[in-house]
């Protein structure tokens, strides 16, 4: 009879969190990937309803954070249906804004609405932990409410930094920790009405509950400001939005 003792010396399947889920490492990407599939389609809306319009407020804090200037040339992972990258071209149309997301669905999304814009993008579908992209391509790196999503942060961070030339800026808008005041209301709005929206409006409840509690996982200010550190980047600093709901974190490639 075989011995289905595990040896030892082998060591175990690395493994990522799917919301609260624990999955293999190798898994996250295609379920990340399934997630977005299904709510392309209404997702510009769905964020709309789940923060009664606020993500425009953050959207818009960001671009002014990184103050586009003509020529720049600007990189938006994550970057999906264009919320972002539409808005910094709208800011500034001379600078040269490239997509990338791991969903077809939502770049096809992104598309249409650009062509509708009147506004010229580039569009490519890539996984953030491994860009294909050149090294020292960019002047800036933006991803919003993206990275939560990867399965290895830090391999995203690194990427960023090699993606950027020196003197390069990384902005990351997540979701982030409230005040513990503010704890047990946002989990109640968080859980008990997100993902029943979300079944309303797309059809999908499992897809709102993994955005939910993936919000849940991610790392608080503080430990985030430092992976950005630790992937190299310089001058990091961080800005609460709405008493944390979302914030801004920034680093400089020096």
């Not at 289905?4 to 990937?33: M, Y």
């Amino acid at each position: 009879m075989p011995d289905d003792t595990p040896d030892p010396r082998t060591p175990p399947d690395p493994s990522t969190h799917f919301g609260f889920q624990t999955i293999p490492l190798w898994e996250k990407p295609a379920r990340v990937r399934e997630v977005f599939e299904s709510v392309a389609t209404r997702y510009d809306l769905m964020n709309d309803l789940m923060s009664a319009g606020l993500h425009r407020l953050w959207k818009e804090a960001l671009v002014d954070w990184l103050a586009p200037r003509a020529g720049m040339r600007v990189l938006d992972v994550a970057g999906g249906t264009g919320d972002v990258a539409l808005r910094i071209l709208r800011r500034q149309p001379r600078a040269a804004v490239t997509v990338c997301d791991l969903t077809e669905g939502m770049l096809r999304e992104g598309r249409a609405r650009a062509a509708r814009d009147g506004l010229d993008l580039t569009w490519v579908a890539g996984d953030a932990a491994t860009l294909p992209f050149p090294d020292r391509s960019f002047d800036a790196y933006t991803i919003a409410f993206g990275i939560r999503n990867v399965a290895e942060p830090e391999l995203a961070l690194r990427e960023a930094f090699r993606v950027l030339r020196r003197g390069g800026r990384l902005l990351v808008l997540e979701f982030s920790r409230v005040p513990p005041g503010l704890e047990a209301a946002y989990d109640a709005y968080s859980f008990g009405v997100i993902p029943a929206v979300g079944l309303a409006v797309t059809g999908d409840r499992a897809s709102y509950q993994y955005l939910v509690e993936s919000i849940r996982r991610f790392p608080d200010q503080e430990t985030f400001l430092g992976m950005v550190e630790a992937a190299g980047f310089r001058g990091a600093s961080f800005r609460n939005l709405s008493l944390g709901v979302a914030c801004l974190h920034s680093g400089w490639k020096v």
